[in-house]
Every structure is written in structure tokens, then in C-alpha cells.
């Protein structure tokens, strides 16, 4: 669970658009982005003030504008820091989607392209942040992981739809995509497949509220185990995944959260791996190697 103070996220806003003028790249007004800025800035005016901010999010939060802005801005912040400008020609395209990136609940198939690529950083930073040696990759794979002399090629898809085909097609097409990754015959090359399910769980709608920050993880963790007991059969079915290099599935969901006791906005995250059908050293191996992905997620 991750605590920011308003504050913080509008000083986030200085950061992003120093790395944006290195892209020469800028938020343009009355984006989304420009809108949420605005709103968590106004708000952190009155915050502490229960009356004005009680008639702030009336006015301003009919369709959950304000703690989509909270949300969004907090995630830009938190990815930040992990962005290297190391290679501008790889950024440069992907942050142009992102500056044209839609209200959560305005997001369609046809404008979803921005939140897919966050959901690639969002994945990159956390990898980042546990100390795996990672970089994107362009055109493909997502996402490449180094051990060594062992890679892992990371296929990141964002689940849109709730309908009950969505998550097998994605998982499809992470396969597909990996198969032209591992074509070599390679003994030190590994898939993973990252999914973020944000989006088909919540439709850009869903707050948790709870007493406690920790009552909402709790939620959080139940929803993906009955994801994997209902939906697990898909990558643990070796006529699906028939190369027992793509060793595992990472499942994702990270949903905004008021704690009532502490009238306090968090951002409320799980990331559960679960192995494919393959038992052999491939597995072993990688559950070693990303031991302190998931030691960084228990803290």
C-alpha cells in the first residue's frame, strides 16, 4: 500500500515534465492529464478542511474525476524515477500515447493504448525497484529481464474486457508473442507473462473503502486467488503453453482505496506469480531469480 501526500504528487508534476522537455514532449492544456493536475492541486488547498472538501468532491467528483486524478497522477509519480533516458527513441512514441491518455471511465478499446503502455512501466518500475537488472525492449518483447547469462523475455498485456473470453485471449496472444521471442533454441532464455487487471475488474470505476489500509489489500489478494482458481487452467495447460520455457504468470491488480478511520486516499496494490504447467528447472530457476521481486511486494 502506498501513502502520498498531495503535496508530493504536485511536485511529481515538475519531474514529469522535465523528463517530457527532454523527450520535447509537453502536457497539453486541458488534457486529462493537465485536468488531473488541477484537481489534485486544488485539492491539496482545503485538504484538512472537511467542509471544503466535502463540497469540493461534490462539485467536482460526480463521476469520480478526482480520485481518478489522484490515482493517475500517483502511479505517474511512482514510475517516474525508474525511467531511464537512455534510449529517447524508444520513450519518445510511448509517452506521446500517454500525454493523450483518457478519464479512466471514458476509456474505450480505441483510445486504451496510453493505460497499456503505463501498465508496461508500472511492471518495469517494479522490477526496477526490487533490484532486477531490466530494460524495454522494442518491438518486442515488453520487457527484458537479465540474469547473467540468463534473460527473461516479459510479454505485458492489460486485460480491458470483463467478458469471460478476454483473459484467455490475452493470454493467447502473450504466448503467441513469446514463441517468436524464444524461437532460438536457447536453454538460457525464459518467458514470463505479465498481466494487469485492473481495468476488467474495476471498469475505471471501483474504489475499495475499508477501515484500514490493510482490510483492502486483504480484498485485493482474494480477488486474484479466485482469478487463478477460476482462470489458472489457461497457462497450466501444456497444449496451450507447449514450450516449458514460459515459465510464469504474473497477475496484477492495483484499484484506489479511502481508508474511513483516517479519511485518507492510497493506492492499494497485489502482484501474485503463479507458475505454468512447466515443473522442471525452468521454474526453479526463475522463482530464484525473482525472489526479491517478491520480497519488494511483501514490504
Known amino acids: 500500500m502506498q501513502k502520498k501526500t498531495y503535496k508530493n504528487l504536485i511536485a511529481s508534476r515538475d519531474n514529469f515534465e522535465k523528463l517530457l522537455n ?12 493537465d485536468c488531473a493536475y488541477g484537481l489534485v492541486g486544488a ?45 529517447k527513441k524508444i520513450l519518445k512514441p510511448k509517452f506521446k500515447k500517454i500525454l493523450r491518455m483518457a478519464l479512466p471511465n471514458a476509456e474505450t478499446t480505441i483510445n486504451s493504448e496510453a493505460r497499456n503502455i503505463l501498465w508496461e512501466f508500472n511492471f518495469l518500475s517494479r522490477l526496477k525497484r526490487a533490484g532486477i537488472d531490466v530494460r524495454l525492449g522494442e518491438p518486442n518483447p515488453d520487457i527484458v529481464a537479465n540474469f547473467g547469462q540468463r534473460k527473461y523475455y516479459i510479454q505485458c498485456k492489460r486485460v480491458y474486457s ?18 517468436n521471442d ?23 470505476k471501483l474504489m475499495l473503502a475499508g477501515d ?7 480484498e485485493l489478494v482474494s480477488i486474484l486467488e479466485e482469478i487463478i482458481t477460476r482462470h489458472g487452467f489457461l497457462w497450466q495447460n501444456h497444449c496451450l503453453i507447449k514450450d516449458p520455457r ?20 492510497v493506492t492499494v496494490s497485489e502482484l501474485i506469480i503463479n507458475n505454468t504447467w512447466s515443473d522442471g528447472q525452468g521454474i526453479k530457476t526463475f522463482l530464484s531469480d525473482f525472489e526479491p521481486l517478491k520480497r519488494a511486494m511483501e514490504r
Do not use: C
Open 22 to 33: 527532454d523527450l520535447q514532449l509537453n502536457i497539453e492544456p486541458n488534457s486529462w492529464l
Open 43 to 87: 485539492l491539496s488547498l482545503i485538504y484538512g478542511d472537511d467542509k471544503l472538501t466535502r463540497s469540493f468532491l461534490d462539485k467536482n467528483n460526480k463521476k469520480g474525476e478526482v480520485y481518478s486524478a489522484l490515482f493517475d497522477i500517483s502511479l505517474l509519480a511512482d514510475i517516474l524515477p525508474y525511467i531511464s533516458l537512455d534510449d
Open 162 to 179: 470483463s467478458k469471460r473470453n478476454a483473459l484467455k485471449r490475452n493470454v493467447i496472444n502473450a504466448i503467441n508473442q513469446l514463441k
Open 182 to 204: 524464444l524461437s532460438r533454441k536457447d536453454n538460457n532464455s525464459f518467458g514470463m507473462i505479465a498481466l494487469s487487471l485492473d481495468h476488467s475488474i474495476t471498469g475505471g
Open 212 to 218: 484500514s489500509g490493510k482490510t483492502a489489500q486483504e
Open 246 to 265: 514460459i515459465v510464469a504468470v504474473a497477475l496484477h491488480l492495483s484499484v484506489p482505496a479511502i481508508v474511513n478511520r483516517e479519511n485518507l486516499f
